[in-house]
């Protein structure tokens, strides 16, 4: 299946690079029906690899790359379950997205993040498993979990440790702000910036440069480093688990999904 | 070179959010609560504040937005960074 057009996201190779396109409005937030297509991608990339040299994702929708975790879907199922089946329904998720996360980071293709606007939470997640992030002049970046008494649960504090110091990490988790592109390149998390609309053009370009190149030593190079870290990944699906049981967690979402004013992406 | 005033500070913003979301500069004053007579959301807030912040070249988190609603509170967090 080298095409797919689902109801939120869509794949098709150009150029010998992938590109799988978000489009879920408003601003392509993460639930259950999201996790079925991207498994689906996921599934479908082994034989998407045979035919490709590299992965660009990035989002159709003006708002931005993508808003993170479906809060919405998340609150209201739990309104409806029992507590012990919200929490096992909740590991299964993160299970499951975990393990797509895993199998894009390890993907033997160059991969590449085309970010604008809101990349936030889970979004923000997703570029992280991608080798080079590449963003618009205008993105912003923000792990905002801790305004719901969670810590992100898509493998985000792994990979940001990897890839970046600690006391960063630190300060970007700690204090749930959101920050800008020149931020984020000063940091060491952009690799380049392009300009207002720019950014999936600027990824083709790189995308193009990558495949000039064997793939196999492409590969090979990736694989040293770019450690995937397992064990820490598992570790923050226990602790995000541990810290969904609480009443502060369904507060804080219900803050959010009740919040009718015009702030609630601020903190 | 000195910062400056937040006069001119105030003034640049109402000269930016004007331009940018297309409301004729003589209608906005610093007191307006800018969600409101721009017509703006949290996320077209967020998108002002990083065209704020590539404009005078500072970084303001945003929890020093909580709250803010007005151009001239907003002007004051940014000349505490300028």
Redesign the interface.
């Known amino acids: 299946m080298n095409d797919f057009k689902g109801q939120t996201l869509s794949w098709q190779i150009v150029n010998g690079a992938i590109e799988l396109a978000l489009h879920r409005d408003p601003?392509n937030e993460i639930g259950s029906l999201t996790l079925d297509e991207l498994e689906k991608f996921a599934a479908a990339l082994s034989r998407l690899t045979d035919e490709a040299h590299a992965l660009i994702i990035h989002s159709t929708l003006k708002?931005?790359f993508s808003a993170g975790a479906d809060l919405r879907e998340l609150f209201q199922r739990a309104q409806v379950m029992e507590k012990g089946a919200a929490l096992r329904g909740v590991r299964e998720f993160l299970e499951r997205i975990h393990a797509v996360m895993n199998a894009l980071d390890a993907a033997p293709l160059t991969t590449i993040a085309a970010v604008h606007?809101?990349t936030f939470g889970g979004g923000f997640e997703l570029a992280l498993v991608c080798d080079i992030i590449i963003a618009d002049?205008?993105a912003?970046f923000?792990f905002p979990e801790l305004r719901l008494g969670l810590i992100p649960g898509f493998g985000g504090i792994p990979r940001l440790k990897r890839d970046l110091g600690n006391a960063v990490v630190r300060d970007l988790l700690l204090?749930?702000?959101?920050?800008?592109v020149?931020?984020a390149q000063q940091i060491g998390l952009v690799s380049q910036i392009a300009a207002e609309g720019e950014a999936l053009r600027v990824a083709r370009a790189t995308a193009s440069q990558v495949g000039k190149f064997d793939r196999r030593t492409a590969a090979a190079a990736k694989e040293f480093v770019k450690p995937i870290p397992y064990e820490e990944l598992k570790r923050e699906i226990d602790i995000f688990c541990d810290l969904y049981s609480r009443p502060a967690v369904e507060e804080g979402l219900r803050r959010f999904v009740e919040n009718e004013g015009?702030?609630?992406?601020?903190? | 070179m000195s910062a400056p005033t937040i006069d001119h500070t105030l003034d640049e913003i109402l000269g930016l959010a004007a331009s940018h979301f297309k409301v004729p500069r003589e209608k906005l004053t610093p007191d307006d609560d800018f969600f409101k007579t721009l017509g703006i959301d949290s996320l077209q807030a967020l998108d002002l504040l990083t065209r704020l912040e590539h404009h005078f070249a500072i970084e303001l988190p945003d929890y020093e937005l909580q709250g803010v609603s007005d151009f001239r509170t907003l002007a004051n967090r940014i000349q505490a960074r300028l």
Do not use: D, E, I, W
């Not at chain 1, 204090?175 to 800008?180: E, I, L, V």
């Not at chain 1, 015009?262 to 903190?267: A, E, G, K, S």
């Open positions: 601003c708002a931005g606007g809101v002049r205008m912003r923000c204090t749930g702000r959101s920050f800008n020149m931020k015009v702030q609630p992406y601020l903190p």
